[in-house]
């Protein structure tokens, strides 16, 4: 006689690893309260990243027929199932980042659907970071505060960033004690000529790492290039206009010459 009074589904694993493009193997267990069932559906699920998306179906199982994979997985999800143990096996190939998510499986017997009908689990898809990008927030003029922005687009698990500064004379430094440097943004404040220099950003898994580099010069305000475009090309339209008034002058002037000279010698 059996003790079980309720359907139990469990994964023994709570998370999966594999590096991207490579093959995973998730694992299900299930304990029936009855063994004399006639029907039974089993399915893998992938749940949504975000609230609102659809729950994504992976690979179904009906008892004494044949095993359905879903179209966004043909190809690369096979599914087994044995029935002598109730363990699920789901192998996924060629794993990509959208993979990166917990999966569901879950297990429907009529007349036994109380219990644990349902487990998760979820699978870390390892990716290496890709080359950050460094960047610059606001204008480097003395006296102001600026961020240096560090960025990954690719990463799994998330990288950790961290800054690292040297001279104009490519000594390294530290920061100064107000700086604030946080999630890959380093924020300098009050800045100087002396903040000028060389800043480097690595971005770090446990999977590897990639860096970028940033060469800050801070200026004085006055050397704006805007302001100090405006007033030379204010300066040089001046002179143009005061060479054309005296080109004219100039002009006029020959012009009455020449009358004057041709006016004597006809007399």
Do not use: H
């Not at 023994?12 to 006639?38: L, Q």
């Not at 999977?207 to 704006?224: E, H, K, R």
């Amino acid at each position: 006689m059996c003790s079980i009074w309720a359907l139990e589904v469990s994964i023994p694993n709570k998370e999966y690893e594999a590096a991207r493009g490579g093959d995973v193997t998730m694992t299900c267990s299930f304990t029936p309260a009855r063994t004399d069932f006639t029907f039974l559906i089993l399915k893998w699920e992938a749940l949504p990243l975000v609230d609102n998306e659809p729950v994504k179906p992976v690979a179904t199982y009906f008892l004494n027929s044949q095993t359905d994979i879903a179209p966004g997985y043909e190809g690369r999800a096979t599914l087994s199932v044995d029935m002598a143990t109730y363990e699920s096996a789901l192998r996924l190939t060629n794993v990509a980042m959208t993979d990166n998510r917990s999966f569901q499986c879950s297990v429907t017997i009529p007349n036994d659907d109380e219990g644990i009908t349902a487990a998760a689990t979820t699978l870390l898809v390892l990716v290496a970071p890709s080359k950050p990008v460094c960047r610059m927030q606001g204008n480097a003029e003395y006296w102001n505060n600026i961020s240096l922005t560090c960025m990954s687009q690719e990463g799994s698990p998330t990288p950790i960033y961290a800054w690292q500064s040297y001279s104009v004379q490519n000594i390294p430094r530290r920061f100064p004690a107000k700086t604030n440097e946080k999630d890959g943004v380093l924020s300098l404040y009050n800045i100087s000529m002396e903040t000028s220099g060389f800043f480097i950003c690595t971005s770090t898994n446990r999977i590897g790492s990639a860096s970028c580099n940033f060469t800050l010069s801070v200026v004085p305000s006055s050397m704006n290039i805007g302001a100090t475009a405006g007033i030379i090309g204010g300066i040089l339209a001046g002179i143009l206009i005061l060479a054309i008034i005296v080109y004219c002058c100039c002009r006029r002037k020959n012009t009455k010459d020449d009358y004057e000279q041709g006016r004597l010698g006809s007399m």
